[in-house]
């Protein structure tokens, strides 16, 4: 007899739970009652993500939300999921955007949206401890509420899985876009008063705004290439028929009691009638046994080709349309960060032309200190006392001598300057 739902998520009670993997200390002694005198490390295990897990189920059928705590062995054995991906939820790891389809769930890690979808319900991780707990929890809130929207005012034939991953994907896209209106809000008028007026305050404001815009591009291009790879596959996307598989499998447990039926009808049947030759038949057991088995392959045969033929429109159809969003939100990012580029070459350039500007000043001082140092010898020379130097006493010779000097100092630094120029050390 199936079980109810509720009672296969949740855990056994605790007092009945002691695994293998349960590790604890013995009871003191003397210490009354029978409980085993084990202690369980619950905080522990929530840290090595073996613990419980806070989850909302939504109901396929009713649409309703409840809140329960589920083990990871407890879903790995209901919905034949392995650990890794399970650990693609796991919110104390960082994983990238991520859709998984499996033979009984598809597992969906997109941006705030973590949840295991199945025929029957979704399950989406709530973790209250996360970094950005309280808008994860708002992200959660307003995931379930969508969900039972759309479950209540269900106008088309779409079936459940396909409901729940639309409205992830549309969650997802929506907190990506908004991100990306709020960097370009940011960026342009920044970008614009660099352009105008280099500040250092405003060059690292635009370095941090760059380092968030390829942390964004890159979170944004992985979800396009998940669902650009679902897309491109034909095979996960039949993966994901859920409710289709579940209906085809009903179909085949009863086909197979039909069958088992009329083999039990045919042995009794057999038991009852008149003894048969056994050189002209094989016994009645051994030929009931060949006609079951060829029955049973021909189902299975018809089963298999049958569902390797889902009508994947409805999935890719889906997909493609947010694949168009996220590819504009991805080309709005490419095209700001193409912006920012030209934004960092013209501002290059103009470092470029004030570090020009700087080293020709020098150059000029350089220059001009050189032709002030042959001045400032030569004074220095008629400064000094000599005796017996016929020169010093000729009436105005300083006078004439700074003259000359001068007039040489201007010749030669005209010189260096027509240097200069030729060799292009400075714009002509």
């Given at each position: 007899?199936?079980?109810?739902?509720?009672?296969?998520?949740?855990?056994?009670?605790r007092?009945?739970s002691?695994?293998?993997?349960?590790?604890g200390?013995?009871a003191?002694?003397?210490?009354?009652?029978?409980?085993?005198?084990?202690?369980?490390?619950?905080?522990?295990?929530?840290?090595?993500?073996?613990?419980?897990?806070?989850?909302?189920?939504?109901?396929?059928?009713?649409?309703?939300?409840?809140?329960?705590?589920?083990?990871?062995?407890a879903?790995?054995?209901?919905l034949d999921?392995?650990?890794?991906?399970?650990r693609?939820?796991d919110?104390?790891?960082?994983?990238?955007?991520?859709?998984?389809?499996?033979?009984?769930?598809?597992?969906?890690?997109?941006?705030?949206?973590?949840?295991?979808?199945?025929?029957?319900?979704?399950?989406?991780?709530?973790?209250?401890?996360?970094?950005?707990?309280?808008?994860?929890?708002?992200?959660?809130?307003?995931?379930?509420?969508?969900?039972?929207?759309r479950?209540?005012?269900?106008a088309d034939?779409?079936?459940?899985?396909?409901?729940?991953l639309?409205?992830?994907?549309?969650?997802?896209?929506?907190?990506?876009?908004?991100?990306?209106?709020?960097?370009?809000?940011?960026?342009?008028p920044?970008?614009?008063?660099?352009?105008a007026k280099?500040?250092?305050?405003?060059?690292?404001?635009?370095?941090?705004?760059?380092?968030?815009?390829?942390?964004?591009?890159?979170?944004?291009?992985?979800?396009?290439?998940e669902?650009?790879?679902?897309?491109?596959?034909?095979?996960?996307?039949?993966?994901?028929y859920?409710?289709?598989?579940?209906?085809?499998m009903?179909?085949?447990?009863?086909?197979?009691e039909?069958?088992?039926?009329?083999?039990?009808?045919?042995?009794?049947?057999?038991?009852?009638s008149a003894?048969?030759?056994p050189?002209s038949?094989?016994?009645?057991?051994?030929?009931?046994?060949?006609?079951?088995?060829?029955?049973?392959?021909r189902?299975?045969?018809?089963?298999?080709?049958?569902?390797?033929?889902?009508?994947?429109?409805?999935?890719?159809?889906?997909?493609?349309?947010?694949?168009?969003?996220?590819?504009?939100?991805?080309?709005?990012?490419?095209?700001?960060?193409e912006?920012?580029?030209?934004?960092?070459?013209?501002?290059?350039?103009?470092?470029?032309?004030?570090?020009?500007?700087?080293?020709?000043?020098?150059?000029?001082?350089?220059?001009?200190?050189?032709?002030?140092?042959?001045?400032?010898?030569?004074?220095?020379?008629f400064?000094m006392?000599?005796?017996?130097?016929?020169?010093?006493?000729v009436?105005?010779?300083?006078?004439?001598?700074?003259?000359?000097t001068?007039?040489?100092?201007?010749?030669?630094?005209?010189?260096?300057?027509?240097?200069?120029?030729?060799?292009?050390?400075?714009?002509?």
């Amino acid at each position: 007899m199936d079980q109810d739902p509720k009672e296969r998520l949740l855990l056994p009670p605790r007092a009945a739970s002691n695994g293998p993997h349960r590790r604890g200390k013995p009871a003191a002694p003397g210490g009354g009652g029978g409980g085993g005198g084990v202690t369980i490390d619950v905080h522990g295990l929530k840290k090595r993500g073996g613990g419980r897990r806070s989850w909302v189920r939504v109901d396929a059928a009713t649409g309703a939300a409840e809140a329960v705590e589920v083990a990871k062995p407890a879903l790995m054995r209901r919905l034949d999921l392995p650990a890794r991906d399970l650990r693609l939820l796991d919110p104390l790891f960082v994983y990238p955007s991520a859709i998984l389809g499996r033979e009984r769930a598809v597992v969906c890690n997109l941006e705030r949206i973590r949840c295991i979808i199945t025929a029957d319900e979704a399950l989406v991780l709530r973790d209250p401890d996360a970094d950005g707990g309280a808008a994860a929890e708002e992200a959660v809130r307003r995931y379930v509420d969508e969900l039972q929207r759309r479950l209540v005012d269900r106008a088309d034939d779409l079936p459940f899985e396909f409901i729940a991953l639309e409205v992830a994907l549309e969650a997802a896209c929506s907190f990506l876009d908004a991100q990306a209106v709020e960097l370009e809000a940011e960026a342009y008028p920044l970008l614009d008063e660099l352009t105008a007026k280099i500040s250092t305050l405003d060059l690292e404001r635009a370095r941090r705004l760059k380092s968030k815009l390829v942390a964004l591009t890159r979170r944004v291009q992985k979800v396009r290439d998940e669902i650009e790879q679902l897309m491109d596959d034909d095979g996960d996307m039949a993966e994901m028929y859920l409710t289709e598989k579940k209906m085809r499998m009903e179909a085949s447990s009863l086909d197979e009691e039909g069958l088992q039926g009329i083999a039990g009808n045919n042995v009794f049947g057999a038991s009852v009638s008149a003894p048969v030759s056994p050189v002209s038949s094989p016994p009645a057991p051994r030929r009931l046994e060949k006609q079951f088995s060829f029955a049973r392959s021909r189902h299975s045969s018809f089963k298999s080709s049958e569902s390797s033929q889902y009508n994947i429109e409805e999935l890719e159809m889906l997909l493609e349309a947010y694949f168009v969003v996220i590819d504009y939100t991805l080309s709005k990012l490419t095209s700001l960060k193409e912006y920012i580029d030209d934004t960092e070459d013209f501002i290059n350039i103009q470092l470029d032309n004030v570090r020009n500007q700087l080293i020709q000043f020098e150059l000029l001082l350089t220059t001009a200190t050189f032709v002030v140092a042959i001045f400032g010898v030569v004074s220095g020379v008629f400064g000094m006392n000599f005796e017996g130097v016929a020169v010093l006493k000729v009436p105005h010779a300083f006078e004439w001598t700074l003259i000359i000097t001068g007039v040489c100092g201007a010749v030669i630094f005209a010189c260096l300057l027509w240097y200069f120029k030729k060799r292009r050390f400075f714009p002509l």
